[in-house]
């Protein structure tokens, strides 16, 4: 036994600090798929995935955020208090510990999706850090659109799609590791610091 992960932020911690952990990814995949509460939240979905959504999930970033806000308006869903997200990238305003989003929000119910969203492109290489949030929900009013699983490229992500103007305030950010390992491609990589980030919505 190594450890023990009890909470959202211990597999956070421990993502970051393993980097890739298909033991631990496997198994969320299987509580996500033997949730009744999962279920009841793709029930509440429509059964066609609203055109605009669609349009975001497969041809980001060229997509339209206005018509992406109103498609998670129209489906009268909200997410409970208390549940956990994760999202993979640099905090939009870091001179100040709560701001308001200003666009469509990805988030997946995966650490290591979130982490390798954060690689993608070489984003944390340019950043200099990797940042994984820790999202959670302290608001009953914060609406959500639960991408599909199957029949889509990319449902093996989990995505859950928040819309803008949703305030986010970080509680607190820890650093996991100094030498987090990143890269453009095999040639060009390095080590920058990994972190977990603690963040509230609403």
Not at 58 to 77: G, H, L, S
Not at 175 to 189: E, I
Request: proline share 7%; with cysteine.
């Amino acid at each position: 036994l190594l450890g023990k992960i009890g909470a959202p932020i211990d597999a956070a911690v421990h993502a970051v600090a393993a980097v890739v952990d298909e033991r631990l990814n496997s198994y969320l995949e299987r509580q996500i798929a033997s949730s009744p509460g999962y279920d009841a939240w793709r029930r509440a979905m429509p059964s066609q995935t609203p055109s605009a959504i669609a349009k975001y999930q497969k041809d980001f970033p060229n997509y339209d955020a206005r018509a992406v806000d109103a498609a998670i308006a129209r489906n009268d869903f909200c997410l409970p208090v208390g549940q956990a997200l994760s999202h993979g990238g640099l905090c939009p305003n870091p001179a100040s510990r709560s701001f308001v989003t200003d666009r469509p929000l990805s988030t997946t119910l995966l650490p290591s999706v979130a982490l390798r969203n954060a690689e993608h492109g070489g984003k944390a290489y340019h950043a200099g850090e990797m940042q994984l949030m820790v999202l959670t929900v302290r608001a009953p009013t914060i609406k959500a659109f639960v991408l599909r699983k199957s029949g889509t490229l990319l449902g093996h992500e989990h995505e859950v799609l928040l819309p803008s103007n949703i305030r986010l305030t970080l509680q607190r950010k820890l650093r996991v590791r100094g030498d987090y390992p990143c890269g453009l491609d095999p040639s060009r990589t390095k080590a920058v610091p990994g972190f977990v980030l603690e963040v509230d919505v609403g």
